[in-house]
């Protein structure tokens, strides 16, 4: 299973970018396909997941009302519209797939993906 993350950038507070995840078609209707971010100096963090198999999407407390998570049954995409950027969303984000049950929490772990693309950087200046 191969993901390629794309879409990082500079920018400034308040801004917006959108984050692409290219996967193959059978990963994309398989696994859930989730957003994480890693801060330097903290641990990974779920942000959110859209799930075309379970035809739903979740978000971590940090990321609703300013993020949405999207995906294309047709390109086998997943995108991250990130609006209202702050400082404190600087980070490196990392798509993953897993096949956790999407009712349990490890859906909202990094525990609960198998297959990590290589990430990219978001930074928000001040």
């Known amino acids: 299973v191969q993901l390629q993350a794309s879409g990082g950038g500079l920018v400034q507070a308040g801004g917006s970018l959108r984050l692409s995840c290219a996967a193959s078609a059978r990963t994309f209707i398989n696994y859930h396909m989730g957003w994480f971010r890693q801060a330097p100096g903290k641990e990974r963090e779920f942000v959110a997941v859209?799930?075309?198999?379970?035809?739903?999407?979740k978000y971590a407390d940090s990321a609703k009302g300013r993020f949405t998570v999207s995906g294309s049954n047709m390109k086998n995409e997943v995108y991250l519209q990130m609006n209202g950027l702050k400082p404190e969303d600087t980070a490196v984000y990392y798509c993953?797939?897993?096949?956790?049950?999407?009712?349990?929490?490890?859906?909202?772990?990094?525990?609960?993906?198998?297959?990590w693309g290589q990430g990219t950087q978001v930074t928000v200046s001040s």
């Open positions: 859209f799930s075309s198999r379970a035809g739903g999407t």
């Open positions: 993953a797939a897993g096949n956790r049950p999407y009712g349990s929490d490890s859906i909202s772990r990094s525990s609960g993906y198998n297959y």
